[in-house]
């Protein structure tokens, strides 16, 4: 009874759209993601202030209000990231957002997310490490957001370049944590997250998307052990059997959502001989160099992984095999390439890095590298 | 001729799931006495549909699928923030985190400080055994002074540990309006699930964050026969934590 | 590309309001069609550093967050000259305010032009220091042509209409300091 009346309220609640039509703005990149956030149908957001990424909080806790969306202010980013398994358990779509040290400290709770399957979301908009390191940019988190923790790596990881993503990701995010149960992260970066740049937000109804419905783990119809099973969930097992028959099961469950996830866009590599990998807000610079060197009659490629975890590999591998050279620019010193080397294991490609750990690159800068490998090759 | 038992039933709190008896704590564990009063009170309250069981790590998480109710086990310390996350989602749930002393007043002190200090309307129930059970018997921050562990061989000592954590007396300190805080022992059945009930009362009420903590045994870990077992529960553990109702709902009120 | 991006360096110290011309800057800009991307600087000090705003205008799509080289550099203060010189090359304009002593050593070597305008003396006798910054703005227009002044008017009217409405002579203090920035620059 109770359940049925919260469930009309929910409704009632969800009757005023926070966007009408198409909504352009010239917004900072946490603005959008609380505005994404919102108009996803998300019900509540657990979070601790770090910069860069606290006006997310501060957008959604205004605006929250007026909607009847929830929020918490947690001690910690550990308990942030705990409370927001206890908002998915409770079958709402819950999330939270960090940043560098928080991500670390978060990491606990998004593994235990893994095991259980629970559909969290995640922004982490990233800042210069290690340790406290700046609060401004750097793509250094990418380890700790694909593969941080205990574990296997069993999430999806978009890396975004524009606000436009962080609106069209975020929404998304939602979805792709609810139809496959696992967590979901946003990759963001403080630059993403402080700039103010045009954007177009909407209600993804609109857009002809559906949220995808969320359901209770724990309080679903009846009584439990009465009228129906209790839903009891675990993380630790006896044996060693056990927990492999788990991860296994994972394992099995989390290969078969890759193809329906993996994502990656490509700009003239169909006969590039240089080939630029890079991705997140690097990916903006790469394809200006690009089009820098088609304007040229250059034959330079560029290619973005837009998820990093899972690594779209298997659309990588023809376009490295046959670039004469690949140029990888990061933000960070290589956590991007150890992923993407692995899944092209056995190529022959020379591959050029074009490391800046904790600092912005610029098209420039890429423009000089390429010119520099193709002068070798002369 | 075919020999007749008479069996008798033994008498389970009917939120307890028959399918998972027996329980899996040691002969002479308090955990299972806990639980029977935390049973005997969800019983008697009717609430069995609306509980969220939650699980810390430790001897405690054995308790995962103890209950026929819904529940969640969780990583070492993490109980509260997992409940607190249910709770603020759907407070229409009973949250109950379930934990041991290093689970509440070490690796998750913060979030049992900062949940009180919240007033989330949750309910804690700790089990103060002295001990790290679960991982072979060290130093907790509830061992007593002189009581020797795996980590304090010789004894621990005021100097190098301090004095032994009194839970309930530094939640009630911090506790806000509302809140119920009190100390039982499995040495007081009637009174521990009376303190249970009332601490579930509270939750159900709305008023504010309520806490319990149990002095358990524990002979593994301890090295006792059930005399110097319960000598030490009712003696030792009794001289230095004293049980009782720290803060009430209606004091406030007053 | 590069070329086709108009990309302005304004820094000052905490509290003389750099970030607030930029962000009336680039709304207006935003407002006018062009693609804007505007990076507060933000370390660690909430208050006391220097404060610089990185602006990018453009009609088409902005590809570096970061850049290297401005072709519009204003510093408000000393350190903020230190600051900012290395955004300098020989394409950028390099306007600081000469009210206080400058270590010339700490200007820019190559510059397109380097200007000094007494930016704090000028606000301070003809106007009162609260409209440094709307001074500054009236300066960069100037420079940059980016919006026009009725754009700029209409972008103070939105952002700071609920003061003039309590105190309607702070608009003409405002629009005046405006003008005069641009008029000091020579536009």
Known sequence: MKDLKEKNETKDKYAVRPIVGEKRAFATGNEVVAWAALAADADIMYGYPITPQNEIMHYWTRMSEKYGRGFLQTEDETSAGFTTLGGVLAGRRSFTATSGPGNMLMQESMCMAEMMRLPTVMIVQQRGGPSTATVIYSQQEVNLTCFGGNGEGFRIVYSTCSHQELFDYTINAFNVAWTHRFPVFVLGDGYQAKMREPVTMYDPRDKGITMVPTEPYVLKEGCAGVDREPQQMRNTYNTEEELNEVVEGLNAAYQAVIPQVVKHEEYACEDADYVIVAHGVVTRAAQAAVEYFREKGLKVGHFRPVTLRPFPGEAFRPIADRAKKILVAESALGQMRRIMTDTIYGCSTPMVNFFKPGEGISTEEIIVKVEEMMAEDK | ?254 | MAQKILRIVIAGEGGQGVQAIANILSEAAYNKGKQVLYIPNFGVEQRGGVSIAFMQISNGPIDTMKFAKADIVIALSPRSVARTAQYADKRTLFVYDSSNEIDETSLPAITKKTMAIPAIDIVKTEFHPIVLNIFVMGAVIGVTKVVDLEAAKAALEDKLGYKFAKNPSLREMNFAALQRGMQEVGA
């Open chain 2, 1 to 254: 001729m075919k020999k007749e038992y008479i069996v008798d039933t033994p008498r389970m709190p009917v939120s307890w799931r028959e399918e998972t008896k027996a329980h899996k704590f040691c002969p002479g564990c308090g955990h299972g006495l806990i639980l029977k009063a935390l049973g005997q009170a969800i019983d008697e309250l009717g609430i069995q549909d609306r509980i969220v069981f939650v699980c810390d790590i430790g001897c405690c998480l054995l308790a995962w699928d103890l209950f026929n109710t819904d529940g969640v086990q969780t990583h070492h310390g993490r109980a509260v923030p997992v409940a607190t996350g249910v709770k603020r989602a759907n407070p229409d749930s009973i949250c109950i985190a379930y934990m041991g002393d290093g689970g509440g007043y070490a690796i998750g002190a913060q979030h049992l400080v900062n949940a009180t200090a919240r007033n989330e309307r949750i309910t804690v129930l700790l089990a103060n055994n002295t001990n790290y059970a679960m991982t072979g018997g060290q130093m907790a921050p509830t061992t007593l002074i002189g009581q020797k562990t795996e980590t304090c061989p010789y004894g621990r000592s005021i100097e190098q540990h301090g004095e032994p954590t009194r839970g309930p007396e530094m939640v009630a300190a911090i506790a806000g309006h509302g809140a119920y805080v009190a100390r039982g022992t499995v040495s007081q059945m009637n009174q521990l699930k009376k303190q249970i009930k009332t601490a579930l009362q509270t939750q159900l009420d709305g008023s504010g964050f309520s806490f319990v903590e149990a002095l358990a045994t524990c002979p593994t870990n301890w090295r006792t026969n059930a005399h110097e077992t319960w000598q030490f529960l009712n003696n030792n553990m009794g001289a230095y934590f004293q049980t009782g109702e720290f803060k009430k709902p209606e004091e406030q009120e007053v």
